[in-house]
């Protein structure tokens, strides 16, 4: 079975590690200046800076539970799983340690941004010539997903199905579960 290495914010999460770090960041004002300077040394700078500035705990963020149910399962089948995330580095080992799944984590590191083709690229040298698994949730991930054998779509990355190559199989998908109207009313 490929490794599958998993996407964090908007897979994982339901949202965005940097924007719940964000969110308390504002109650912190004399932090500001830190992630404001380091915000002109590029996204990766910031993201970290943002990440020191406050206390995110990996307990409290919005889990898509049905998914890490169904990693839980690979993992128990012998499966390696990889957190792969542009997130930084501080918060993704948080988050890896909490949920105990990961064999190993790729992440943001306050020089470089794991996104897009950074992470396409680390995730290929990661996997060095063996065939991969990725699951991801939007647009830049199409960039990975035409690079592996599976994928799994997760949420927003649903729509995003008919861009995938032909030759990469879709493993599993986890559509957004949202309340409709009728069923409010």
Not at 23 to 36: E, N, T
Not at 78 to 84: Q, T, V, Y
Not at 85 to 91: L, Q
Not at 129 to 155: H, K, M, Q, T
């Amino acid at each position: 079975m490929s490794p599958l290495y998993v996407d964090l914010d908007g897979s994982l999460l339901r949202g965005d590690s940097l924007h719940e770090a964000c969110i308390r960041l504002l109650l912190k004002p004399a932090r500001w200046i830190k992630a404001l300077r380091a915000l002109f040394r590029g996204k990766a700078a910031f993201k970290q800076a943002v990440m020191e500035s406050v206390e995110l705990s990996a307990s409290s963020l919005p889990y898509r539970q049905d998914f890490i149910d169904w990693l839980k399962q690979q993992k128990a089948n012998g499966r390696k799983l990889i957190l792969a995330t542009g997130a930084d580095r501080e918060i993704a080992n948080r988050i890896s340690a909490h949920l105990n799944l990961f064999d190993d984590v790729l992440a943001s590191d306050g020089q470089t941004n794991l996104t897009g083709t950074n992470k396409c690229t680390a995730i290929k040298a990661h996997a060095g010539s063996r065939p991969f698994a990725y699951a991801g949730n939007g647009a830049i991930d199409l960039l990975v997903w035409n690079e592996c054998e599976s994928a799994v779509l997760v949420g927003s990355g649903l729509k995003y199905r008919e861009k995938i190559r032909p030759s990469v199989k879709i493993e599993q998908s986890f559509p957004d579960k949202v309340n409709h109207w009728s069923k409010i009313i």
